[in-house]
């Protein structure tokens, strides 16, 4: 059937059942909401902003009875392609949908619409000295429906886990328009399969989230943000082990390339208050116990890693102005990257004991194939996910730079498979991770993934061509 043709049945069918200002229609409207932070975009047919979960039930519903695939999105700063119109489909787009309800304090949790903002949710739970600890360089533009369909990550992994952690319940809508409950925000529910964590990570394929409860922690009740220069991945690795054993509990353990803090200072002026620079660096932000005893063995704890050869500096941040300084070093790496010319991401992950092996040898593979790219390194040392980040010269066409990533990536994963890796650690895998998916899944893991696809959404339309082709 023609398109536009399909256009006018859908716009019809919904006649009376959506107000006017909920539907985009116009190209040069609906452009924006075809892309995502990986540049790639499409012209989506139409764009629906609904603003409640009966809505989105009847925006479905017509989609399927007039076989017209749908985009779930929200804020958009997905990495891998996973909210990207490729073929003219609708977006339905949940940014509207932001309530975030009363925290309940006895049960420490709190009730959200997929739309709500990341860092609104973080604000609106500080209130009550709580904590939804998903926490993301991301946070004043992501969502939690896209966090949780995407299963995100962030900064505090390695104290918290990863966002499937920390949901006990949620509201989700199927292709046919069905509304459905999951858990209802128990704590324990033993009564066969959990859905919710089917929901989670399966980047929109097979129902749209619309509401989340959301499960809290107290807010950590004196954090310290720690800042070192350390002259090779082995300093950093030796470095970790000994903040393992301290006297605190590690909240973040970032390293960054100094090519990565080069970029932040030149694109976004920021600058690095430690005295000795070197290759690389890292954050650490610890939860220290309360009183003057936990403050002594801190200062012991440092005075003996700065004694040691692999660390070259550090400083700890004296004042909640110079912890927002720190961080920006860190929260600024992939903006100022983008600033300084086109990049391909990679967001690998291994386990933590093999990570030191792992990047080493995938710079040393970088380095020996001559690309006309330069490789900027950062990422979570505390749970074995480092970000590579492949960066056009100037020297270089987009052609090129192209078919160089694609030289890169068929022996990066390869290597990402030796070392029992994974193809993406945070971002999911969208359009651009398809290819490699089964670098890190089994065939027969694929067959379920399929089989699951089609039991929810048996024609195909929600999110078609993300994560894998059936």
Not at 1 to 17: A, P, W, Y
Request: charged share 25%; aromatic share 8%.
């Amino acid at each position: 059937m023609d398109l536009n043709l399909k256009k006018e049945q859908l716009l019809k069918s919904l006649q009376g059942k959506l107000p006017s200002e909920t539907i985009l229609s116009h190209q040069e409207d609906c452009s924006h909401y075809g892309g995502d932070w990986t540049r790639m975009t499409g012209d989506p047919l139409l764009v629906f902003l609904p603003k409640t979960t009966e809505q989105v039930s009847e925006i479905l519903k017509s989609c399927q009875k007039i076989k017209i695939p749908v985009i779930p999105s929200g804020g958009r700063t997905g990495l891998s392609g996973g909210a990207v119109v490729t073929s003219n489909e609708v977006v339905l787009n949940l940014s509207k949908m932001n309530q975030i309800s009363p925290v309940d304090t006895l049960g420490r949790t709190v009730r959200v619409q997929a739309g709500a903002v990341n860092e609104d949710v973080h604000e609106h739970c500080a209130k009550e000295g709580l904590l939804w600890p998903i926490d993301l360089a991301s946070k004043g533009t992501c969502e939690i429906g896209g966090n949780l369909a995407t299963n995100a990550g962030g900064v505090r992994v390695i104290r918290y886990g990863m966002a499937r952690k920390w949901v006990s319940g949620l509201q989700i809508v199927t292709m046919n328009g069905d509304i459905i409950e999951l858990n209802r925000g128990l704590e324990k529910n033993n009564t066969g399969y959990d859905l919710i964590q089917l929901m989670v990570g399966s980047e929109g394929t097979l129902a749209v989230i619309t509401e989340a409860t959301l499960k809290l922690v107290r807010l950590p009740q004196k954090e310290k943000v720690l800042f070192f220069s350390l002259p090779s991945l082995q300093a950093i690795s030796s470095f970790f082990e000994s903040a393992r054993k301290g006297p605190f509990e590690i909240l973040a353990f970032e390293f960054f390339s100094q090519k990565c803090l080069s970029a932040v200072e030149n694109k976004l002026k920021r600058k690095s208050k430690l005295q000795k620079g070197a290759q690389f660096y890292v954050l650490m932000e610890i939860e220290l116990g309360i009183g003057v005893e936990a403050e002594q063995k801190l200062d012991d704890w440092l005075n003996s890693i700065l004694e040691k050869e692999f660390v070259q500096d550090g400083l700890m941040a004296q004042s909640s102005e110079e912890k927002k300084e720190v961080w920006s070093l860190r929260e600024g790496i992939t903006e100022s990257i983008a600033l300084t010319n086109e990049v391909r991401k990679y967001d690998t992950s291994v386990a933590v004991n093999k990570t030191v092996e792992f990047v080493t040898e995938a710079e040393k593979l970088f380095q020996s194939m001559n690309l006309l790219a330069e490789l900027y390194l950062f990422g979570h040392f505390g749970d074995g996910s480092p970000h590579l980040n492949v960066v056009r010269k100037d020297s270089a066409d987009h052609k090129t730079f192209v078919q160089d990533c694609e030289r890169f990536e068929a022996e990066l994963y390869p290597l990402i498979k030796k070392w029992g890796g994974s193809a993406s650690s945070e971002h999911g895998v969208g359009l651009l991770k398809k290819s490699w998916v089964e670098f890190s899944r089994t065939p027969q893991e694929l067959s379920l993934f399929k089989a699951i696809k089609s039991a929810f959404d048996p024609q195909g339309l929600l999110n078609p061509g993300k994560i894998f082709s059936m």
